[in-house]
């Protein structure tokens, strides 16, 4: 999967349904993600309004995603 900042969080969910339960090593407020809530924004959310809101750049968040990919998959 190619990962942008227009990369809807359920379509990258849905590649790798296991980020979930590690996204919190990318920012703890990822947490969320587990939460009623945090499915809601699932739904909607892309790469770049989660960077937003972690206060990070659409960039730091799709290099992290990317290894966390790679420490998979190893």
Do not use: C, N
């Amino acid at each position: 999967m190619q990962l942008s900042k227009d990369t809807k969080l359920r379509d990258l969910l849905a590649a790798y349904p296991w980020l979930i339960d590690e996204a919190v090593k990318i920012d703890r407020r990822l947490g969320i993600l587990r939460s009623p809530f945090g499915r809601a924004l699932i739904s909607r959310a892309d790469v770049a309004e989660a960077a937003r809101r972690m206060g990070l750049t659409s960039e730091e968040v799709i290099e992290k995603v990317e290894e966390l990919i790679a420490e998979h998959e190893a």
